[in-house]
């Protein structure tokens, strides 16, 4: 592997990124001004449009067991009963059996109205609380799919202007220029060129009817670059047809419409990458490891476009494990005398089905894979997924979900940790900073390039 | 009329009707409501096999949750499997459900029957006092909760006075109170959460479906 940021720019970059990340609510525009009529008004119009049949089913299928209190980090490190998962539903159920249930003509007698209030004290339990990941849906013995219900919550709440400061800053920024944390086409375009001159090789850029596009986000352009480069060496490694493309959308995976609850921005976002894409003609789309990227765009783009999309999209683990299980990527057997434990990302595993990739890169790479009690879909948050890694608001209940998978790795025996998601490894290494603790938490693209085998130049190669 | 009479008559005819028009209403509500279809490619095939998997898979709990609600999730597996065999196959129920239909089923002797029913009656206590006891619960639970539990546990206490003999009321009226408490359970069940028993399984069936196209058991 060629080493494309040392450890020390990298935690230089991780200080200056950490202060820049810890401050954009106060750079946020103010929120937008609303009567409580009209914020209840918002709030309703995105509940109504949300609730099909299988809401519908799923919210009449609840029998308040409180299962999924005892699946949810948030209320297994606190305690707390309001953060049951279930309870994070109550605007939703009202609205539902108020307006649309078969029974609203009799519940609107004993159901009460939503308020302006009601949905202030929403905010908390839709956006610091939970991370939309998902394990409540598996301990459900209804399986109510409470992860995507508070996905419409946070809509809701956006809808209503009540999203928070720095997630209207992260969507602000997005409509402004496509990307994220300014990593603006100047700033992609000097790491690209900063990456293409340590690895050695001519990177391809905007190159039609490549097979693949690369995507990477604001989050590796500032910070991990060790995941972008890794990527970049091992499609060169590997002699595929890839290109990145230098104009916003069409590198920044991340869509923070689709995290914060601005759904025009999500479908806006995704509707130009896949534009993009399109015009660029590749087959398929590497999305950088960014856990909600991949949902974002494999589920999201054909709905964005409103037909069916003829490109794939893949995650890096998901592209680069079935290059190792096809045989098409062999990687070099090295001695790791430190068991290693594997974080699956929410989107990318429970939301994704991406499990069996991951792991057969790390038995690739010789790994001791010590896996955690909880994995694979039954994999707990790092505590700051869903852009919550950025909610100074959330600073308590982050900790509490990292102390809770950080409990399981350790009992797992782990001395290392890999993870395939910049939001997560961000999360885990602000964690490890408040918590003292010394884990080294490692990209799995990185990863992936640092087994390479060495092998002849291939075409390309400048040296 | 004596109240035995209003309670097997007209009550529970009445209760009959409410419960069959109730439980119809809200079924085809559910159905007629619209649903989206997503246009993304499905990374599995047999996304209906998922869901009818996920329907029955859910009455297991997977082992990594087992520490945390093992307990209630057995008693709730308890209690409903007890209600079926006390509702279906105790003598008397056998009985009158032949009078009812036409036709009946073997039933399961007494002895069996009536300890699988004390241990359903005594299951039930012990959710509702956990209900008020359980911060979790208690946080959560509304009117429903509660009165769909009591409702529940009537039909078990009215059953066990009445086959008991209670001295404290004339048997007749015991049977009159047990009849009323069955009617109280059909009326209040299109109302209330004890509908989940019609929408339980779609609800499985949808996750299972919606997490078998990401390439996910649910």
Redesign the interface.
């Known amino acids: 592997m060629t080493e494309v940021i040392t450890k020390q720019e990298r935690e230089e970059a991780f200080a200056m990124f950490y202060g820049m990340a810890a401050s954009i609510g106060e750079l946020a525009d103010p929120a937008p001004e609303m009567t409580d009529e009209e914020r209840v008004e918002r709030a309703k119009e995105v509940f109504l449009k949300g609730i099909d049949n299988n809401v519908a089913v799923q919210l009449d299928a609840c029998v308040h067991c409180g299962a999924c209190a005892q699946a949810c980090q948030f209320y297994i490190g606190t305690e707390d009963p309001k953060y049951t998962p279930i309870h994070k539903l109550d605007l939703l159920k009202r609205v539902y059996k108020r307006e649309l249930s078969p029974m609203s003509w009799l519940n609107k007698l004993t159901t009460p109205e939503i308020t302006a209030d009601d949905l202030r004290a929403q905010v908390e339990l839709v956006y610091d609380s939970c991370t939309m990941c998902g394990r409540c849906n598996m301990v459900c013995p209804s399986a109510i799919n409470i992860g995507d219900m508070v996905a419409l919550n946070r809509s809701a709440m956006a809808a209503a202007g009540l999203a928070p400061a720095e997630l209207r800053y992260m969507r602000d920024g997005q409509e402004a220029d496509g990307t994220i944390f300014g990593a603006d086409e100047d700033l992609f375009n000097f790491r690209i060129q900063d990456i293409q001159q340590k690895l050695g090789f001519e990177i391809p850029i905007d190159k039609k009817g490549a097979d693949v596009l690369l995507m990477t986000s604001g989050l590796d352009i500032h910070l991990f670059a060790d995941a972008t480069g890794g990527a970049i060496e091992t499609l060169h490694h590997m002699g595929v047809d890839f290109t990145l493309a230098s104009k916003t959308p069409g590198y920044e995976g991340a869509n923070f419409g689709s995290l914060s609850g601005y759904d025009a921005t999500k479908k806006k976002q995704t509707k130009a990458s896949t534009a993009l894409i399109e015009e660029l003609g590749v087959k398929t789309v590497i999305v950088p490891e960014c856990g909600h990227s991949y949902p974002a765009l494999r589920f999201g783009a054909a709905e964005a476009v409103g037909r069916p999309v003829n490109f794939e999209v893949m995650t890096v683990s998901e592209y680069f494990g079935r290059a190792v299980m096809d045989g098409r990527l062999t990687l070099e057997k090295k001695s790791h005398p430190k068991p290693i434990a594997l974080h699956d990302p929410c989107k990318v595993g429970r939301w994704g089905g991406v499990f069996d990739e991951p792991r057969a890169i790390l038995e690739a790479c010789g790994y001791d894979l010590h896996e955690t009690e909880s994995n694979r879909e039954y994999n707990f948050c790092c505590g700051g997924g869903a852009a919550n890694f950025l909610l100074p608001s959330a600073d308590k209940l982050k900790r509490v979900g990292y102390r809770t998978k950080m409990g399981e790795i350790e009992a797992a025996g782990a001395e290392e940790l890999v993870v395939s998601c910049g939001s997560c490894r961000m999360n885990f290494e602000v964690g490890k900073v408040k918590a003292g603790d010394s884990i080294p938490v490692e990209s799995l693209a990185a990863i992936i390039a640092a087994h390479l085998p060495q092998k002849d130049t291939v075409e390309g190669d400048k040296v | 009329m004596s109240l035995l009479d209003f309670a097997r008559g007209p009550a529970l005819q009445w209760a009959a009707v409410v419960f069959v028009i109730g439980m119809l209403?809200?079924t085809?509500?559910?159905?007629l409501?619209?649903?989206?279809r997503?246009?993304?490619?499905d990374?599995?095939t047999g996304l209906a096999g998922a869901g009818v998997k996920?329907m029955f898979s859910?009455f297991l709990?997977?082992k990594?949750?087992a520490k945390?609600?093992g307990f209630?999730?057995l008693l709730?597996w308890i209690w409903h499997l007890g209600f079926v065999i006390t509702l279906l196959f105790f003598q008397v129920h056998v009985l009158f459900f032949k009078g009812l239909l036409g036709f009946g089923w073997p039933a399961l002797p007494n002895s069996v029957v009536l300890p699988v029913a004390a241990v359903s009656l005594g299951i039930l206590v012990i959710l509702l006092v956990r209900r008020v006891t359980?911060?979790?619960?208690?946080?959560?639970?509304?009117f429903?909760?509660y009165s769909s539990v009591i409702v529940t546990i009537l039909p078990f206490a009215t059953g066990f006075a009445t086959f008991a003999h209670v001295p404290a009321l004339p048997y007749e009226t015991l049977l009159a109170l047990h009849f009323l408490s069955v009617a109280l359970l059909l009326v209040w069940f299109?109302?209330s959460?004890l509908?989940?028993v019609?929408?339980?399984l779609?609800?499985?069936y949808?996750?299972?479906v919606?997490?078998w196209?990401?390439?996910?058991?649910?």
Do not use: C
Not at chain 2, 33 to 36: E, P, S, T
């Open positions: 209403w809200r085809l509500g559910l159905l409501m619209l649903r989206a997503p246009l993304s490619k990374r599995k996920t859910r709990l997977p990594v949750f945390r609600v209630q999730f709730g359980n911060p979790v619960l208690r946080y959560i639970s509304t429903n909760d299109p109302f959460k509908f989940h019609i929408t339980v779609p609800s499985r949808i996750l299972g919606k997490f196209r990401r390439g996910v058991e649910a």
